[in-house]
């Protein structure tokens, strides 16, 4: 599904509608689990949701006659290579095997992340420099902090192919969103129509608020029946939206 176009005009439609909304968007389409746990938005970056495709790297558990320091002399190391590889505007999603004794990166790797263009760093682990990485200007959302290096349970195998993150199926080229609640994975394919809806959910959800607000009670109200979408048609024709 990586070949399918993904529109500007869709990312920024996902920057401005909630993980929630895009929830209920999906399960409408039969999707239930799409929504990454055991993981939390660790920076405070500028310009609204994380939004891009994913770009995969897998971990198996290391092997000590392996996973030595001195792997990293070799710049193929699938880590390494991985961080190079990440074209701009996706996300690098970590498959971690959600294990959180050890980072899954640090400060170095992540600032390259940055510079290199990337949208941001989804990890089912947590990062070391913790502390430095949450000052970014640069989304990342993952599962804390950790000091030990992830060389101690972490073989990086593969970039590029289908994962789990977070106990979520994550294929290359999927749409990645996440906002303060966390991080939801989007069937490329059904990226375009879902931002469109998620996008007037809000708009319905936006009206639906100001009357619960100014007193109504939830029947007929949330869910809107036909009065109510009739009173939401004309709200929104007297705001132009």
């Not at 970590?94 to 940055?114: M, P, Y």
């Not at 991080?183 to 375009?192: G, K, N, S, T």
Request: hydrophobic share 40%; aromatic share 6%.
């Amino acid at each position: 599904m990586a070949d399918i176009e993904f529109k500007e005009a869709t990312r920024d439609l996902l920057r401005g509608v909630s993980v929630a909304t895009l929830c209920t968007q999906l399960f409408k389409r039969g999707f239930r689990n799409v929504y990454i746990q055991g993981i939390a938005r660790l920076t405070e970056p500028s310009g609204g949701n994380l939004v891009g495709p994913a770009f995969t790297m897998r971990n198996i558990p290391a092997r000590e006659d392996v996973d030595q320091i001195s792997a990293f002399d070799d710049p193929n190391h699938p880590q390494r290579k991985g961080i190079e590889s990440v074209p701009p505007g996706h996300v690098l999603v970590i498959d971690c095997r959600g294990e959180t004794r050890v980072a899954s990166g640090g400060q170095i790797l992540t600032t390259r992340l940055k510079v290199r263009g990337a949208a941001g760093l989804v990890s089912d682990g947590p990062v070391r420099d913790s502390g430095a990485i949450s000052a970014m200007d640069f989304p990342v959302y993952c599962a804390g902090g950790s000091a030990p290096l992830n060389l101690i349970h972490h073989h990086a195998i593969d970039l590029d192919v289908p994962i789990g993150c977070g106990g979520v199926a994550v294929y290359p080229g999927d749409i990645m969103v996440g906002d303060d609640e966390g991080v939801v994975v989007i069937p490329r394919h059904l990226a375009e129509e879902v931002a469109r809806d998620a996008s007037e959910q809000e708009k319905m959800e936006a009206f639906i608020l100001e009357r619960i607000e100014g007193g109504a009670a939830l029947p007929g109200t949330y869910p809107p029946n036909a009065q109510t979408r009739e009173a939401f048609a004309a709200w929104r024709k007297d705001r132009g939206i």
